[in-house]
């Protein structure tokens, strides 16, 4: 199975903030790649898809980026609704989540 | 809009078997792939299941293969999941996913219901 490690765990920002979120394959996956953000008792939300394609009707904040195994979600100014738990997810075989990013409010 | 309702979850105890379902309603069913994803509380992410567009490709995760059974009925719009020999550590909340697309191989997944909870404990 492809491993996705995910950092860092915990996030504390502020409103306003850039934000940065890192996942790392531990094999090549392409861009196959896809970001969700759930918040708590909700379902996750599709943002980003093939490692930077951003899904319909999310905002133009998130943004995705890639360099060989390494991907990376930025929020380019984090915004209340923002605060949630954040999943990579390959998808260049069996699915494979990371283990999440918890962005707090610092 | 794209609608998912899970519906099925219960408490069993371990060694005993369950059905999921899933309605799914506003796009055209059997035009895509879906998924069967789980979290157990308090945790991350994992894929369970997946089935293409016509139920010919199935695929499942190491963990629950042999036990769990996906399947569709697309003259129903209705997405399953039999789990058989249940275990404590298939304790989660398990969610319907719709895939991006419609044959086997994977994707990202556009909309989740919001989930059915499964307990498995004596």
């Known amino acids: 199975d492809i491993q996705m490690t995910q950092s860092p765990s915990t996030l504390s920002a502020s409103v306003g903030d850039r934000v940065t979120i890192t996942c790392r394959a531990s094999?090549?996956?392409?861009?196959?790649l896809a970001w969700y953000q759930q918040k708590p008792g909700q379902a996750p939300i599709l943002l980003i898809y093939?490692?930077?394609s951003l899904e319909s009707g999310i905002p133009s904040r998130f943004s995705g980026s890639f360099s060989g195994t390494e991907f990376t979600l930025t929020i380019s100014s984090l915004q209340p609704d923002d605060f949630a738990t954040y999943y990579c997810q390959q998808y260049n075989s069996y699915p494979t989540f990371g283990q999440g990013t918890k962005v707090e409010m610092k | 809009e794209v609608q998912l309702v899970e519906s099925g979850g219960d408490l069993v105890q371990p060694g005993r078997s369950l059905r999921l379902s899933c309605a799914a309603s506003g796009f055209r069913f059997d035009d895509y792939a879906m998924y069967w994803a789980r979290q157990a509380p308090g945790k991350g992410l994992e894929w369970v299941s997946s089935?293409?567009?016509?139920?010919?490709?199935?695929d499942y995760a190491d963990s629950v293969k042999g036990r769990f059974t996906i399947s569709r009925d697309n003259a129903e719009n209705s997405l399953y999941l039999q789990m058989n020999s249940l275990r404590p550590e298939d304790t989660a909340l398990y969610y319907c996913?719709?895939?991006?697309?419609?044959?086997?191989?994977?994707?990202?997944?556009?909309?989740w219901g919001q989930g059915t909870l499964v307990v498995v404990s004596s």
């Open positions: 094999q090549s996956i392409n861009r196959w």
């Open positions: 089935i293409s567009w016509n139920g010919g490709s199935t």
């Open positions: 996913a719709k895939s991006t697309h419609s044959g086997g191989g994977f994707s990202p997944l556009d909309s």
């Open positions: 093939e490692a930077s």
